[in-house]
């Protein structure tokens, strides 16, 4: 009897030492629109989860997807954000931006040469289908 009350008490301590721990969040924003207004807002969103979170005690991954006009977020001399973004992707951690490969070829194709994206960008085959993708693996969508 005493073996298993020891035992409670330990299997007790480590669960409220790993909830004390926190908690991972996980944040998909979604950037369609080439509009200094909603680019800021998503930046304003990514910094106020994060700030949030960190004030619980929590953690959060948040990757932000622009596909269509909204990659011109990430063109560089194109970019009405790129100051923050760069300032962001030093600062945080927790952040990653994500440009659709699908609308960087079409946009190449019309003006006749490749397009180029800012280093703090990762190419991803398609945006539409990266958020599918991160939803299903339980990141919450948020489109500013």
């Known amino acids: 009897m005493k073996k298993l009350a020891i035992a409670l008490a330990i299997s007790l301590a480590s669960t409220i030492g790993a909830l004390a ?9 979604h950037v369609d629109q080439n509009d200094p207004q ?3 807002m998503a ?13 619980q005690g929590d953690t959060v991954v948040i990757e932000m997807v622009a596909y269509g006009p909204g990659l011109h977020m990430f063109i560089p001399d194109k970019s009405p954000v790129s100051d923050r973004i760069e300032t962001m992707s030093l600062a945080l951690e927790n952040l990653s ?10 946009m190449g194709e019309k003006a006749g040469h490749e397009i ?29």
Not at 97 to 106: P, V, Y
């Open 21 to 29: 721990q926190g908690v991972t969040h996980y944040v998909a924003i």
């Open 38 to 40: 909603v680019m800021n």
């Open 43 to 55: 930046l304003n969103n990514a910094q106020n989860i994060t700030n949030y979170y960190d004030s």
């Open 97 to 106: 931006f994500s440009a659709c490969g699908n609308t960087r070829r079409k």
């Open 116 to 144: 180029a994206i800012m280093d703090e960008a990762t190419i991803v085959p398609s945006g539409v289908v990266r958020l599918i993708e991160l939803q299903e693996n339980g990141y919450a969508y948020v489109r500013p």
